[in-house]
């Protein structure tokens, strides 16, 4: 048996589906276990390239089952889509199912997620506007709807009605806007029933037998760590837990069943929309970073964020996912820089923090303590093993190694999945 957790370890798109697309190729299953479909995993491989946003990485590998799980928030149209692109560049899906415990996204909370934003104006948390924090704060009020219930009519009928009175006498009473109509809902929620229905099962005795017949498992993350409700820099964080434990919830396989977790980290560290990041560079390394990485949304198409390593996040992240491996990504985007940072501390007033503060406004004030190493002139982008790394690069990796306490057992030299250097084996 051999069950992976694969999570973010930053604040997202760190290169998790180049990962997870290299991993897949030897799963028996992968599982989506977080999120909704604002999140966004970039693959490329021989049949092009794919922005994935619901359907788990592993779609491309013909033998693999891939799960939409209970820890998502699932929107049908977004999904629909999806599957038909991949099904028009020739990708099999028929191997994809969807938990009947996921929460579905319905029109309301797309609705509620833009006014809320819009409501706290300079305030605004940032969010996709994609309904995923409605759906899940639904889900926690326990008037959410589930994937089972798109399997009968009549039960999708009496769920939604008190709900849906519900929802209108917000739009209308507080936001001034016109009430949804219910059985224009019910009949657009019932196509997607019919259109996803085959899909929909109850996938737990999928995974658990999976599970007991010794399978590789891949759980597959989105978002990232510092974006966890719990453990994150709320309030300026996702809905759902994107951490390793989150991982045990979204799937219902039991920590203890967990070989190894692997978080993913960008050379450097980015970052989209709002919440403090104490490494930003604002500034034209900071934009040429952004131009060479292409470091744009997957999902929203804004411009992220970018900032040199931040030591002391990654250390937290570590700590709170009990990460086994690190696969350091973007490492050929540092190719040509002369010289490097990583922050190794915060310094707050007169003190300098070695951890991450819980508090936004403590982070707020921090300003990074930087340790410089050199850089590199050579590519990256052909090395095949550790040691055809320029030898700057594999101090700035073992650098990074010391500072995180963990291994770096991957290391990403561009976006083909044959740009990943193994550094340790996990992979039997």
């Known amino acids: 048996m051999t069950v992976f957790a694969l999570i973010g370890g930053q604040w997202g798109d760190e290169g998790k589906g180049k990962v997870i697309d290299y991993l897949a190729e030897k799963a028996d299953m992968v599982i989506r276990f977080s ?65 009947d415990r996921a929460h579905i996204i319905m029109p309301y ?59 209108n006498l917000i739009l209308t009473k507080i936001y001034n806007r016109p009430p949804l109509v219910l059985e224009e809902i019910i009949t657009q929620y019932n196509l997607y029933g019919e259109q996803l229905g085959h899909r929909i ?61 692997l978080g993913v980290f960008k050379s450097y560290i980015t970052r989209v929309g709002s919440g403090a990041m104490p490494t930003e560079l604002i500034n034209e390394t900071g934009e040429f970073i952004r131009e060479k990485a292409h470091e744009f949304g997957t999902t929203t198409g804004r411009p992220r964020r970018c900032g040199w390593f931040d030591a002391v996040a990654g250390r937290y992240s570590v700590q709170i996912n009990s990460i086994s491996d690190i696969a350091l990504t973007h490492l050929d985007i540092y190719d040509g820089f ?44 052909e090395a095949k ?17 010391e500072l995180l306490h963990c291994h770096v057992s991957f290391v990403t030299v561009g976006p083909h999945r044959d740009q990943t250097i193994m550094v340790r084996p996990i992979l039997a």
């Not at 990583?342 to 951890?355: H, R, S």
């Not at 093993?385 to 190694?401: C, D, H, K, V």
């Open 385 to 401: 093993t550790f040691n055809e790394l320029p030898l700057a690069a594999q101090r700035y990796i073992g650098r990074i190694e």
């Open 35 to 99: 999120g909704g479909d604002n999140a966004g995993h970039t693959v490329i491989n021989n049949k092009g390239t794919f922005k994935l946003h619901l359907v788990p990485s592993g779609i491309f590998n013909s033998r693999a089952t891939c799960i939409i799980s209970n820890g998502m928030v699932v929107n049908p149209q977004a999904l629909l889509n999806e599957l038909s692109e991949l099904n028009a560049n020739g990708v099999d899906t028929s191997r994809l199912f969807i938990s």
């Open 109 to 167: 909370h797309i609705l509620l997620d833009g006014l809320e934003e819009e409501r706290r104006g300079q305030g605004a948390l940032g969010t996709t506007r994609k309904g995923i924090g409605p759906a899940f704060t639904d889900k926690t009020a326990r008037i959410g709807i589930r994937a089972e219930d798109l399997l009968d009519k009549d039960t999708l009928l009496r769920r939604l009605k008190p709900v849906l009175e519900l929802k």
């Open 201 to 261: 099962r109850n996938t737990g005795p999928m995974i658990h037998g999976a599970v007991e017949e010794g399978k590789f498992i891949l759980l597959e993350g989105a978002q990232g760590s510092l974006l966890d409700t719990d453990f994150g820099t709320y309030p300026y964080v996702t809905s759902s837990s994107p951490l390793a434990g989150g991982g045990s919830l979204g799937s219902g396989i039991g920590p203890m069943k967990f070989n190894r977790v």
């Open 338 to 381: 002369s010289s490097l940072k990583i922050c190794t501390g915060y310094k707050v007033g007169n003190k300098v923090l070695d951890y991450f503060p819980s508090s936004i406004a403590v982070l707020e004030k921090s300003q990074p303590v930087y340790e410089e190493m050199d850089g590199w002139e050579e590519l990256t982008s």
